[in-house]
């Protein structure tokens, strides 16, 4: 089993920055790719940024050249940096992680609770 835990959301102005950071923890499991999704109540989670253990990154368009996203693989920890801050930004946040857990090849994926990140006008 494996633990998701976010950190660092919070209310920010409008043009303004924050970081994120999730760090996936427990036992006998290899990351393959950790990223972030965000969703506000009645619609779909949609991806925001996604990194693999390689470090290949993947961005939705509404965040390109606006959020980074970085993996430290020895502290199993993912970050997202969020610059230029919009008022539609303002979302829950939700970390993911991808894991094998022992089986090469395989991927399961587990959920953080979510943070709040509001960005005011």
């Known amino acids: 089993q494996v633990q998701v835990m976010e950190s660092g959301g919070g209310l920010v102005q409008a043009g303004g920055s924050l970081r994120l950071s999730c760090t996936a923890s427990?036992?006998?499991?290899?990351?393959?790719?950790m990223g972030w999704h965000r969703q506000v109540p009645g619609k779909e989670r949609e991806l925001v940024a996604k990194i693999t253990s390689g470090g290949m990154t993947f961005y939705s368009d509404s965040v390109k050249g606006r959020f980074f996203v970085s993996l430290d693989n020895a502290k199993n920890t993912v970050y997202l940096q969020m610059t230029s801050l919009k008022p539609e930004d303002t979302d829950v946040y939700y970390c993911n992680a991808g894991v094998d857990e022992g089986i090469p090849g395989s991927n399961t994926n587990y959920w953080g609770q979510g943070t709040q990140v509001t960005v005011s006008s």
């Open positions: 427990g036992s006998s499991f290899n990351i393959n790719h």
